[in-house]
């Protein structure tokens, strides 16, 4: 079965450019995620989504993070325009159903310098 | 706002001993607590879940406990080797509690087996 692929891998760009990430989640996973890593921190939850419906986005910066799921699968992450604090690890998730005890696979992520 | 607190940023332990690793939240207790083990550069894998009306869970050197009175998860590895160091990440598993599923992730604590 193959994992949760993201793209790019790393990615630098100047503070105020804008940037995009990629998740294709495992296929028939209901529920992508997406989270924010900055180092020595746990990972913190920006979005998730149930099929293309967003569940939760209470902790994404909605003036510069937006973030889709089209048609249910393959979801995109930008952030226009980017702060030094962005740098960060940048990980997709996804489960069967979303919770209720059901475990989450991640990507390897996308690590972001803003510099 | 629930918060997590994983006690030890760091835990070094000699090979053959037992490693406990401690997690404890604040507010209302999850539905099921999820732990992870973290890779340097890698997203986290899923390791074990274990539902708040158990007790104990166990998977091969691994046992996880969960005291809702308390508070608190311990994670234990028994007989440890070198091969398990890695930092390993406690999750809320938020489901029924007002939310959707959410996994709600602590620092971690890195651990460090020596030969």
């Known amino acids: 079965e193959a994992g949760v692929a993201q793209s790019p891998r790393y990615k630098i760009i100047e503070k105020r450019q804008s940037v995009a990430f990629w998740c294709n989640p495992i296929?028939?996973?209901?529920?992508l995620y997406w989270y924010q890593q900055i180092l020595g921190q746990g990972p913190k939850l920006l979005i998730q989504?149930?099929?293309?419906?967003?569940?939760?986005d209470s902790q994404l910066p909605k003036d510069r993070f937006s973030a889709e799921r089209l048609k249910g699968v393959d979801s995109t992450l930008k952030i226009q325009p980017a702060k030094l604090e962005d740098s960060a690890v940048y990980l997709c998730?996804?489960?069967?159903?979303?919770?209720?005890?059901?475990?989450?696979?991640f990507g390897q992520g996308t690590r972001l310098t803003v510099v | 706002s629930q918060k997590i607190e994983q006690n030890s940023e760091a835990l070094n332990i000699q090979e053959g001993k037992t490693a406990t690793l401690t997690c404890n939240y604040t507010n209302y207790s999850p539905a099921y607590l999820q732990w992870y083990r973290q890779d340097p550069g890698r997203g986290p894998v899923f390791l074990l879940l274990?539902?708040?009306?158990?007790k104990e869970k166990r998977k091969e050197r691994l046992k996880v406990t969960f005291d809702t009175t308390l508070k608190q998860s311990l994670f234990h590895i028994t007989a440890s080797q070198p091969a398990d160091s890695a930092t390993y990440l406690c999750a809320l598993d938020m489901s029924g509690r007002g939310s959707q599923g959410n996994l709600i992730f602590g620092k971690g604590t890195k651990l460090s087996v020596k030969p």
């Open positions: 296929s028939g996973h209901a529920t």
């Open positions: 998730a996804s489960s069967i159903t979303g919770g209720a005890g059901t475990e989450a696979f």
């Open positions: 989504f149930q099929n293309n419906g967003v569940v939760d």
């Open positions: 274990i539902r708040e009306n158990e």
